[in-house]
């Protein structure tokens, strides 16, 4: 039984191996691309949007105030940011119903790809809002004891963040692919409907925590309260 | 359970790709688009503002002008019917004068055409009693109504020589008139009785036919006539006692 699609090798670009999860991306970049840039063609202010125009102005405005809600101010780089993560998880996780998607999520690879990115992201925001040293300083706070503690918290966000959406995804297929092959008329189709949910909820964790990391390294923390927000999730 | 990291590598330049395009063609989109239209709302409900702005004022200009309309409704009201009842009136006196205008035509119309009868029932009259005079003269005396005055005009000569001579004054023409030629023995008779008295005249006969039948006599500037006319207006007389007013205006008695 394959358990990653990054066995999987479908064809080789300049020397490199294209698998499925790369591939599969690509078609997922593809669809959101693609959907998004023939609904926002031809945009005029004084036309009334369409239904489909409509169906993305809620999305991207339920991003938005869901950010917002966190961060407490508007910031469109937190959205480009937390956004996709958002849209490119939960269209993966959507489409492990097609049948013969392997979706990227359910490889590891992909999930620790993520995870770098907010790993990598937070600072960057933290530095871009503080400044260096201000943000440096936030690993010795409120002691330099502190400090391999801080390091620790930070890479061990990262290693949740990847394992628990690879295990959810994963975990999901695999269930699904060994239900099917024990009863296969009536618990995959249940076990699909829960994977949606799942796949869904586990693409909203993984934007919320990548934006509540974002937000404390950001976020200017008053002198009498330094620990971080941060959210537990099973 | 394995990691790729050649596939991790590529994975987070496909995340880095996808941000770029999700930036590109569905987050400033709908964003600037969201933006737009707010800002085109928020135009639209300045306008609206000023417009309803706009319409309060006008309403409030409209209210007094109503409020100023009632109170001078009385006023106008009265101007009116004043201005009514002065045309009215104007109108009444106008009918009144054109309907006294027109029966005072009426009235004069009436008055000639009652003289104009009278004067044609006087003259038919006249005539009539003339003719009867005249026929009953030449049936019974078989003599005519001029011979007749001719000759007793003749006979009063003589009673009146004293007034005829004043009257006459230092002239000494007299002339007969008659609206018809006298006979030659009326006239010698006439010219005899004047010699008598006036023997200093000389006597001319002449005829008018706008005289009435009879004989006026002229000595210079006096002038005494014998004719009919007076019995004339005596049946003028009749007739105005038949009818209840005067026949004729005008009339004149014979001298």
């Given at each position: 039984m394959q358990l990653t699609p990054d066995d999987s090798i479908l064809f080789t670009l300049l020397g490199l191996p294209v698998n499925a999860t790369i591939f599969n991306t690509w078609i997922i970049m593809a669809v959101l691309a693609g959907?998004?840039?023939?609904?926002?063609?031809?945009?005029?202010?004084?036309?009334?949007?369409?239904?489909?125009?409509?169906a993305l102005e809620v999305t991207v405005n339920g991003i938005v105030s869901q950010i917002a809600e966190i961060t407490g101010r508007h910031d469109p780089r937190?959205?480009?940011?937390?956004?996709?993560?958002?849209?490119?998880?939960?269209?993966a996780n959507l489409l492990t119903v097609v049948p013969g998607f392997d979706t990227p999520t359910a490889s590891l690879s992909t999930t620790v790809a993520l995870a770098l990115s907010v790993l990598i992201a937070v600072p960057m925001f933290g530095i871009g809002s503080r400044g260096i040293m201000g943000y440096l300083k936030t690993y010795i706070e409120p002691s330099i004891i502190m400090l391999p503690f801080n390091i620790i918290s930070e890479f061990s966000r990262g290693i949740s963040l990847a394992i628990r959406l690879y295990g959810n995804i994963m975990s999901g297929a695999v269930i699904a692919a060994i239900l099917l092959g024990v009863a296969p008329f009536f618990f995959p189709v249940v076990m699909n409907m829960l994977g949606l949910l799942t796949g869904v909820i586990?693409?909203?964790?993984?934007?919320?925590?990548?934006?509540v990391y974002i937000s404390s390294a950001t976020a200017v923390q008053p002198a009498s309260d330094t620990s971080e927000t941060t959210k537990e999730t099973p | 359970m394995s990691i790729d990291w050649i596939t991790v590598g590529a994975q987070i330049v496909n995340f880095l790709v996808l941000i770029w395009l999700l930036k590109k063609f569905l987050y400033r989109p709908i964003l600037d688009g969201i933006d737009a239209r707010e800002a085109e709302i928020s135009e639209r409900m300045g306008e609206a503002a000023a417009v309803r702005t706009s319409a309060e004022v006008k309403e409030a200009?409209?209210?007094?002008?109503?409020?100023?309309?009632?109170?001078?409704?009385?006023?106008?009201?009265?101007?009116?019917?004043?201005?009514?009842?002065?045309?009215?009136?104007?109108?009444?006196?106008?009918?009144?004068?054109?309907l006294e205008k027109e029966q005072a035509e009426r009235e004069a119309r009436r008055a000639e055409e009652a003289r104009a009868f009278t004067e044609e029932l006087h003259q038919n009259g006249a005539q009539a009693l003339l003719d009867l005079t005249r026929k009953a003269l030449a049936d019974l005396a078989d003599e005519t109504l001029e011979q007749r005055i001719a000759l007793h005009a003749a006979g009063q000569l003589?009673?009146?020589?004293?007034?005829?001579?004043?009257?006459?004054?230092?002239?000494?023409?007299?002339?007969?008139?008659?609206?018809?030629?006298?006979?030659?023995d009326v006239q010698d008779r006439l010219r005899d009785e004047?010699?008598?008295?006036?023997?200093?005249?000389?006597?001319?006969?002449?005829?008018?036919?706008?005289?009435?039948?009879?004989?006026?006599?002229?000595?210079?500037?006096?002038?005494?006539?014998?004719?009919?006319?007076?019995?004339?207006?005596?049946?003028?007389?009749?007739?105005?006692?038949?009818?209840g007013r005067p026949i004729r205006k005008g009339l004149t008695d014979a001298a």
């Open positions: 959907v998004a840039a023939l609904i926002t063609r031809n945009l005029r202010p004084d036309v009334p949007p369409n239904r489909w125009r409509t937190v959205l480009y940011f937390s956004g996709t993560l958002f849209l490119f998880i939960v269209t586990q693409a909203y964790i993984f934007a919320i925590l990548a934006t | 200009e409209y209210k007094a002008q109503i409020a100023e309309l009632s109170a001078s409704r009385a006023e106008m009201l009265e101007n009116a019917r004043r201005k009514a009842d002065a045309e009215r009136d104007a109108l009444l006196a106008e009918t009144r004068t054109r003589k009673d009146m020589a004293d007034n005829l001579r004043d009257a006459a004054g230092d002239s000494c023409d007299a002339t007969v008139l008659t609206r018809d030629p006298l006979p030659e004047l010699a008598a008295i006036l023997p200093d005249f000389r006597l001319r006969f002449d005829t008018d036919a706008g005289l009435s039948p009879g004989l006026n006599l002229r000595l210079g500037g006096a002038q005494v006539g014998w004719t009919t006319d007076s019995y004339l207006s005596g049946l003028d007389a009749v007739l105005e006692d038949r009818v």
